[in-house]
């Protein structure tokens, strides 16, 4: 019998969030992906990463946004390829990107020269590491081991992670979850959304938001119930990090959480699963180096994604 909860979320989904035109696309993109490398023998992560934009008006000129870079998401990606993984990359327009990610303070002008008027060349004082960024970025464009998948708004992200879900399903414990993108808690429902612009002359302004449904439960218990799935939980208070970390996972059931705060969430993270609890930190001398936490996050969880595998195997 379906979930009485999973079919109110799957009924609110189809109902007040609008549906992108392309999704039944993405879908059979993302399928045929998981397919292809799960047969090669690889395991398929699906990273989620950036923040969501909530819209205020139809034709809207206002929204609200999530705070992300896309940092976590786009260096997590590297690391996953590194260990093998082929990647999904379901990411906020415009936000960090694997490989370029290392440019994104650059400005593209300042770091080419005019050579005799005509020919360009890279200033290698500017951009000191290209060569390298650049081989391992088409070694990875080449070998077809990263599938990007854009969003913009909560709508979009909500629907694309669904049909996500369901096409990795495909291939069971192979598939991870890794839902490090920073998504709203609230929304405003088309049906209630003023269509144009809203107008300051009519006063101050009061915003009534619905809670959005919480689709790790759907994604755990029906979409894609056999794959391996870590949420993040991000707090800026310090003594609710932990309980809200084993509430989630009390409440989802599903493998782990990475719990962080938003000052120290480059330093320092703990991995959180029903038995254990894993505080991973990066040293001042690791810092000086420039080792990043997503090198010891990807470690951890292919590990344990390993295990799980053969768990279920047995
Ligand atoms: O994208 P970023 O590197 O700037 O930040 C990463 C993060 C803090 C958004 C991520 O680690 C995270 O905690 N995501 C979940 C956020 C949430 O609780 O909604």
Known sequence: MADPTVSSIDGKLAEEFSIPTHVEEVKQKMAAFATQ?????????????????????SRTVRFLDNFSSGRRGSTSAEYFIDSGYAVIFLHRHRSLYPYTRMFST???????????????????QVLPD????????????????????????????????????????????KAMFYLAAAVSDFYIPASDMPEHKIQSSDGPLQLSMKMVPKILS???????????????????????????????????????????????????????????????????????????????????????????ITQQAG
Do not use: C
């Not at 490398?37 to 008006?57: M, N, Q, W």
């Open 130 to 173: 290209i060569a390298k960024v650049l081989k391992k970025y088409s070694e990875v464009k080449e070998s077809g081991l990263l599938l990007p998948v854009e969003f913009n708004t909560l709508s979009e992200y909500l629907h694309m992670l669904k049909v996500a879900a369901q096409a990795l399903s495909t291939i069971g414990s």
């Open 218 to 308: 759907p994604l755990v218990k029906e979409w894609a119930p056999q794959a391996f799935v870590v949420s993040f939980k991000l707090e800026t208070d310090a003594s609710i990090l932990l309980e809200k970390a084993r509430r989630a996972l009390d409440t989802y059931r599903h493998q782990a959480v990475v719990a962080n705060l938003l000052e120290t969430r480059q330093t320092s993270v703990l991995v959180v699963t029903l038995n254990t609890q894993a505080e991973l930190l990066l040293t001042e001398d690791e810092v000086k180096k420039q080792v990043e936490i997503e090198e010891k996050i990807v470690s951890n969880l292919t590990a344990a994604h390993h295990v799980f």
């Open 106 to 124: 650059i400005n593209m002008l300042d770091a080419l020269q005019l050579k005799g008027g005509e020919e360009v060349v890279v200033d290698q």
């Open 37 to 57: 490398h799960a047969s090669a023998g690889r395991r398929v992560v699906l990273i989620t990463s950036g923040g969501t934009k909530v819209p205020l008006e």
